[in-house]
């Protein structure tokens, strides 16, 4: 069965720091892998998505992942946070968008 | 444009109830899927549908049902409402089931009491 891990819970980063967001996962086949982003009372905003090709994969707000196969990792970054990037952020992966299965979240707060 | 949205935005049910919540896809996406994001946890799929045919189910019981109508917008139905099914219901589309794109969203919460 398909499972999605994000190790942290809660990570707190001053505004200007760089960011890494874990993610692990466990799949039968080679899946489609997402981060999403969600702010209070919205619905999720996929940020970038990877299947093939380049392991490393641009997004949008200047968010970047990486795909390790030897470490079934998907990691998120960001060289600068901004105040702006304050959200939940959700890891998933499915072989089609659709029918994903994400992880609990990880939230981030970011300091002044 | 107007993205996806849901109907109602909040709701409160009692145990034992039945409720439809009701989602319109973007225009010209066909394809919808339901997620149940518990408070603290990542979205669970229940239903995709695609030109108004069941594509997938997720593990909920069988009180759990949808459908898709013509108009490409859908339904989700809940019967004999548990407590345990509080939660924000999230109605996602996009265009076909081969575009990976997804669009949600900002969905029910539904209060069970």
Redesign the interface.
């Known amino acids: 069965a398909q499972s ?1 891990t994000q190790p942290d819970i809660h990570i707190t980063v001053s505004e200007g720091a760089s960011l890494e967001l874990r993610c692990n996962y466990s799949y039968g086949a080679t899946p ?1 892998l997402f981060w ?1 982003v969600q702010s209070p ?6 940020l970038l ?1 990877y ?1 093939s090709g380049d392991t490393l994969v641009q997004g949008i707000k200047g968010f970047e992942a990486e795909f390790k196969r030897s470490q079934s990792s998907f990691n998120l970054r960001k060289p600068s946070v901004h105040w702006s990037d304050a959200a939940e952020y ?1 890891c ?1 992966v499915g072989l ?10 990880t939230t981030l707060t970011v300091k002044p | 444009d107007a993205g996806v949205t849901q109907s109602p935005t909040h709701l409160i049910k009692t145990r034992g109830q039945h409720v439809t919540l009701r989602c319109s896809p973007i225009s010209g996406h066909k394809s919808v899927s339901w997620y149940q994001q518990v408070l603290g946890q990542g979205p669970q799929f229940i239903f995709q549908y695609y030109e108004k045919e069941e594509r997938g189910r997720g593990n909920f019981p069988d009180r759990f049902s949808a459908r898709q109508f013509p108009n490409y917008s859908s339904e989700l139905n809940v019967n004999a409402l548990l407590l345990g099914d509080s939660a924000l219901y999230l109605c996602a589309s996009r265009e076909t089931v081969l575009n990976e794109k997804l669009f949600f969203g900002s969905g029910t919460q539904l209060s069970v009491l």
């Not at chain 1, 009372?41 to 996929?46: E, F, N, R, V």
């Not at chain 1, 089609?96 to 979240?105: C, I, L, Q, V």
Request: net charge positive; charged share 15%.
């Open positions: 999605v489609y999403y009372g919205q619905g999720l905003q996929l998505k299947f959700f998933a089609n968008a659709g029918k994903s299965t994400f992880g609990d979240g």
